[in-house]
C-alpha cells in the first residue's frame, strides 16, 4: 500500500496497515464499517444493526483486496454466520448506488450519499471497525507540514468515528 510513497511519488499515504520501515508512521484511529440502507428500508431509522441481524440481508461488499471487506469476512466467520447472499464490487460509491437502488444493505467506510442511512454494526467484539495508518518519509522535507496534515487527519477520524460510535 505504500509502494508509491516508497518510490518518491508521494509524500504521504495512507493504508489500512502500518507503512514499512524506514517510513515514519502515526495511527490515525478506528474508522467504522458502516452498514448503509435506504431510509425506507425497515432499518432506515436506525442507529446501528447487529451482525446476525444483517447476514439476513442480501449485502453489497467491496471485493476481497478491500480491508472493510477483509473485516466483514472474519467478524462473520468468527460469529458462525453465513451471510444470505453477496454481491461484490470495487467501488464504494457503486456499493453504494446499489443500496440506494434496494438491491442490498452496503457495508463501506465511506460517508452515506445517495440518501442512504449509516447503521453502526455491532458484533460480539464490539463495532466493526478498520484501522487507518498514516506513513511518510522521515527526512521528507516539509516533515513538519507532514506532521500537522497527519494530526488533522487524526483529529479528523476521531471526530468521525465519535460522532457515529461515541467516546
Known amino acids: 500500500m505504500f509502494d508509491t510513497l516508497m518510490h518518491s511519488d508521494a509524500d504521504l499515504g495512507v493504508s489500512t496497515t502500518p507503512p514499512p520501515l524506514p517510513l515514519e508512521s502515526a495511527f490515525l484511529g478506528l474508522v467504522p464499517v458502516l ?8 432499518w432506515g431509522g436506525r442507529c446501528e444493526v447487529t451482525l446476525a441481524e444483517l447476514v439476513t440481508e442480501p449485502l453489497i461488499l467491496m471485493t476481497r483486496s478491500n480491508a472493510a471487506r477483509t473485516v466483514v469476512d472474519e467478524a462473520v466467520s468468527r460469529a458462525g ?32 450519499r445517495f440518501g442512504l442511512t449509516e447503521l453502526i454494526v455491532r458484533t460480539p467484539d464490539g463495532p466493526l471497525t478498520v484501522p487507518l495508518y498514516a506513513g511518510w518519509d522521515a527526512v521528507h ?27
Request: proline share 6%; aromatic share 2%.
Open 35 to 42: 452498514a448503509q440502507v435506504p431510509a425506507d428500508h425497515p
Open 141 to 167: 522535507y516539509a516533515r513538519t507540514a507532514l506532521h500537522e496534515l497527519v494530526d488533522g487527519l487524526r483529529d479528523h477520524c476521531t471526530r468521525r468515528t465519535e460522532t457515529l460510535i461515541g467516546p
Open 81 to 112: 454466520l453465513t451471510p444470505a447472499g453477496v454481491t461484490e464490487t470495487g467501488s464504494s460509491a457503486f456499493a453504494q448506488a446499489l443500496a440506494a437502488r434496494g438491491r442490498g444493505v452496503c457495508l463501506v467506510t465511506d460517508d452515506s
